[in-house]
């Protein structure tokens, strides 16, 4: 078995990520959808979404119309389905969803909807696509998780793959049927459950470089019995990380690229930049603590007198390393980062190379100035968590 340093497993999971080295600029934001696997939806929208972010960090500034269309466009480069969490996946991983599909007929519903309502939502879907206000809205008139019948019919379907959402309109989903808009190959091709398994095991696997049996499960919300026994005839090679308490499994390709040109000499250099608090570098919290020493946890849903680091702290990556957090707001036609919480001392490069990431991202969103309110290191502000 082969043994390898924690930070060589560093370097591996910031080249699988698309964080170190050449990244291939002409695939563009399809091209980083594949790569990760899997990006992460969410409402809450500061600088901009987060599933804009992802191609963002990696790609630089993209315009933000060109990645709604690489997600949405006509040329069917995605759908959206629950992968790490509602998420972006590539269109081409349409099969191995297959077993999350079916696991989903028995799953254990809460809301309910009555075979009136889903005859009806069904009959609308084979006139074509529509969206929650076409069938009476998404809510009884409550709260927001108050879904109406034809909502949770509509969400029912799209999880048993009987609908699917491969546009949204604003922030509404537009529902379709598969065979209108999944490519037939794709559309027949349903593998068995056990091999829909080992099949997103592997792709875990390189999407993270090097991981452990936790890792591999989060990243596509696997249980973990089903990781072990798909890890043999995944592909994925048993290695030893220095300093990590449990076993761990690295992408060959990963692995080789790491042993041809050895720890300093890996081709390409770090990507500076904000990221998203749901970036897959970062949505996993054991493993950011175990790759980073960073403790990340997202404050939106904290009260705003107990918030230390801010609503929508966003990591900053400097030379492989989260250096620091952000919280950021606009202000009419200015980039406003309200603190910046450093893990430790900063530098004068460290500094410097934060607000370069602040006055990228201020461009990126049309911002034409930067205000750096406060900054601060973590020693100085109280956690409550």
Same mark, same amino acid.
């Given at each position: 078995?082969?043994?390898?340093?924690?930070?060589?497993?560093?370097?591996?999971?910031?080249?699988?990520?698309?964080?170190? $080295?050449?990244?291939?600029?002409?695939?563009?934001?399809?091209?980083?959808?594949?790569?990760?696997?899997?990006?992460?939806?969410?409402?809450?929208?500061?600088?901009?979404?987060?599933?804009?972010?992802?191609?963002?960090?990696?790609? $630089?500034?993209?315009?933000?119309?060109?990645?709604?269309?690489?997600?949405?466009?006509?040329?069917?480069?995605?759908?959206?389905?629950?992968?790490?969490?509602?998420?972006?996946?590539?269109?081409?991983?349409?099969?191995?969803?297959?077993?999350?599909?079916?696991?989903?007929?028995?799953?254990?519903?809460?809301?309910?909807?009555?075979?009136?309502?889903?005859?009806?939502?069904?009959?609308?879907?084979?006139?074509?696509?529509?969206?929650?206000?076409?069938?009476?809205?998404?809510?009884?008139?409550?709260?927001?998780?108050?879904?109406?019948?034809?909502?949770?019919?509509?969400?029912?379907?799209?999880?048993?793959?009987?609908?699917?959402?491969?546009?949204?309109? $604003?922030?509404?989903?537009?529902?379709?049927?598969?065979?209108?808009?999944?490519?037939?190959?794709?559309?027949?091709?349903?593998?068995?459950?056990?091999?829909?398994?080992?099949?997103?095991?592997?792709?875990?696997?390189?999407?993270?470089?090097?991981?452990?049996?936790?890792?591999?499960?989060?990243?596509?919300?696997?249980?973990?019995?089903?990781?072990?026994?798909?890890?043999?005839?995944?592909?994925?090679?048993?290695?030893?990380?220095?300093?990590?308490?449990?076993?761990?499994?690295?992408?060959?390709?990963?692995?080789?690229?790491?042993?041809?040109?050895?720890?300093?000499?890996?081709?390409?250099?770090?990507?500076?930049?904000?990221?998203?608090?749901?970036?897959?570098?970062?949505?996993?919290?054991?493993?950011?603590?175990?790759?980073?020493?960073?403790?990340?946890?997202?404050?939106?849903?904290?009260?705003?007198?107990?918030?230390?680091?801010?609503?929508?702290?966003?990591?900053?990556?400097? $030379?492989?390393?989260?250096?620091?957090?952000?919280?950021?707001?606009?202000?009419?036609?200015?980039?406003?980062?309200?603190?910046?919480?450093?893990?430790?001392?900063?530098?004068?490069?460290?500094?410097?190379?934060?607000?370069?990431?602040?006055?990228?991202?201020?461009?990126?969103?049309?911002?034409?100035?930067?205000?750096?309110?406060?900054?601060?290191?973590?020693?100085?502000?109280?956690?409550?968590?």
């Amino acid at each position: 078995m082969e043994s390898i340093s924690a930070e060589q497993a560093r370097r591996m999971f910031l080249r699988a990520q698309g964080f170190l $080295g050449a990244i291939d600029r002409r695939a563009g934001v399809p091209g980083v959808l594949r790569r990760l696997g899997a990006v992460q939806l969410d409402t809450i929208s500061v600088l901009a979404r987060s599933h804009e972010l992802v191609p963002y960090a990696r790609l $630089g500034p993209t315009p933000r119309a060109a990645v709604e269309s690489a997600y949405w466009g006509p040329e069917r480069h995605a759908f959206e389905y629950w992968g790490h969490a509602a998420s972006i996946l590539p269109i081409e991983d349409w099969p191995w969803c297959a077993g999350r599909r079916r696991r989903y007929r028995d799953y254990p519903w809460k809301w309910q909807a009555s075979e009136q309502t889903f005859a009806e939502v069904r009959a609308r879907l084979a006139d074509g696509p529509i969206t929650t206000a076409d069938v009476g809205g998404a809510k009884r008139g409550g709260e927001w998780w108050d879904w109406s019948e034809a909502k949770v019919a509509l969400e029912r379907l799209l999880a048993w793959g009987e609908a699917v959402c491969v546009e949204r309109r $604003g922030w509404r989903r537009v529902y379709d049927l598969p065979e209108r808009v999944i490519p037939a190959h794709l559309l027949a091709h349903e593998p068995p459950t056990d091999e829909c398994n080992r099949v997103q095991v592997a792709l875990a696997g390189r999407h993270l470089g090097v991981a452990t049996v936790n890792d591999l499960a989060d990243y596509y919300r696997l249980r973990k019995e089903w990781v072990k026994a798909s890890l043999p005839d995944s592909g994925l090679v048993p290695v030893e990380v220095a300093g990590w308490a449990e076993s761990a499994w690295a992408d060959p390709d990963a692995l080789g690229s790491l042993g041809a040109r050895g720890e300093r000499g890996e081709r390409g250099r770090h990507r500076t930049t904000l990221l998203s608090p749901f970036d897959s570098l970062v949505w996993d919290r054991a493993r950011t603590l175990r790759m980073f020493g960073v403790d990340h946890r997202l404050e939106a849903y904290t009260p705003k007198a107990k918030r230390a680091l801010g609503y929508f702290a966003m990591p900053a990556l400097v $030379g492989g390393k989260l250096v620091a957090r952000v919280d950021p707001k606009r202000v009419g036609k200015t980039l406003v980062a309200q603190q910046v919480t450093y893990q430790r001392t900063p530098g004068d490069r460290v500094r410097a190379e934060v607000r370069a990431a602040l006055e990228e991202a201020a461009q990126w969103v049309g911002c034409d100035s930067v205000v750096l309110e406060r900054e601060v290191e973590l020693r100085d502000v109280r956690l409550w968590w």
